[in-house]
């Protein structure tokens, strides 16, 4: 990995750029870092090329995004409403996440989407092999699915 980013300095590509004084970064999530100070606390979420920025204090994220302007070419997108496959949704009483539309992503890509629910018999203690049953022609989307619902799960 190091001799993947003396390259890319070399060549005048990427250069590193250290992190503002008073940021820490969280060792068990390298992409997530924290600036706390006296009168409030800065989170800085960076996901590939999108940076989520929060904080108590409006004029605290406006400073870092000044800060972050003068070393990058950024783009301010407003209000965060999508996420990772998160809807947000701000209000006086509250932050509201949901992930209704990547549910109904789901559902629409696997042509589930007008599916109606029915109850079925299955026999009980039945031992499944791969000797007795036809193969999927194409495991692909199954698998593509099933990591699609394991993610909805655990977020």
């Known amino acids: 990995m190091s001799a993947e980013i003396c390259a890319l300095e070399d060549n ?18 390298h992409s997530l870092f924290t600036l706390v100070t006296h009168t409030s606390i800065t989170i800085v979420l960076i996901y590939v090329d999108d940076i989520l920025v929060a904080d108590n204090e409006i004029s605290q994220i406006k400073v870092f995004k000044q800060i972050l302007s003068t070393h990058f070419k950024t783009k301010d997108l407003g209000s965060l409403k999508y996420f990772l496959e998160l809807e947000v949704a701000q209000s006086h009483k509250g932050i509201f996440l949901n992930q209704c539309k990547y549910a109904l992503d789901i559902l629409s890509d ?39 619902l394991i993610y909805l799960t655990i977020t």
């Open 12 to 29: 005048f590509i990427w250069t590193l750029e250290p992190l503002p004084p008073g940021f820490h970064q969280f060792q068990a999530y």
């Open 110 to 148: 696997s042509g589930q989407l007008g599916a109606r629910t029915a109850s079925f018999l299955m026999e009980q203690h039945l031992m499944l092999n791969n000797q007795e049953s036809t193969l999927l022609p194409d495991p692909c989307l199954y698998r593509h699915l099933v990591g699609c």
